[in-house]
């Protein structure tokens, strides 16, 4: 499967964006989803993760309450709605999937990865 992520830009603090992955090749339904970012000079860091279906979302500690991870599996395109954006959330967001998971913070856990989109958020 193929990923494109899309819907990064420049914006202020406490404003909104809404990322989009859309897989091609294949079709998503078979595959879970996860959400990384790498801002620059750090390390690549866990966003949130969605199952195959839906049922279950995983979120990191930094983003809980503020993003929010979907799928329209009839679109193939997973998403990631971000609300209350703030300077620490600037960094180039990836989507990522795989058919398996058993620790889904982990990028190592996938096989498959998107291009990513910058998300810059000013003060």
């Known amino acids: 499967v193929q990923l494109q992520a899309s819907g990064g830009g420049l914006v202020q603090a406490g404003d909104s964006l809404s990322l989009s992955c859309v897989a091609s090749?294949?079709?998503?339904?078979?595959?879970?989803v996860g959400w990384f970012r790498r801002a620059p000079g750090k390390e690549r860091e866990f966003v949130a993760f969605?199952?195959?279906?839906?049922?279950?979302?995983r979120y990191a500690d930094s983003v809980k309450g503020r993003f929010t991870i979907s799928r329209d599996n009839a679109k193939n395109t997973a998403y990631l709605q971000m609300n209350s954006l703030k300077p620490e959330d600037t960094a180039v967001y990836y989507c990522?999937?795989?058919?398996?998971?058993?620790?889904?913070?982990?990028?190592?856990?996938?096989?498959?990865w998107g291009r990513g989109t910058l998300v810059t958020v000013s003060s």
């Open positions: 990522a999937a795989d058919r398996e998971w058993i620790n889904p913070s982990r990028h190592t856990e996938y096989d498959y």
């Open positions: 090749g294949r079709t998503l339904s078979r595959y879970h």
């Open positions: 969605i199952t195959a279906s839906g049922e279950s979302t």
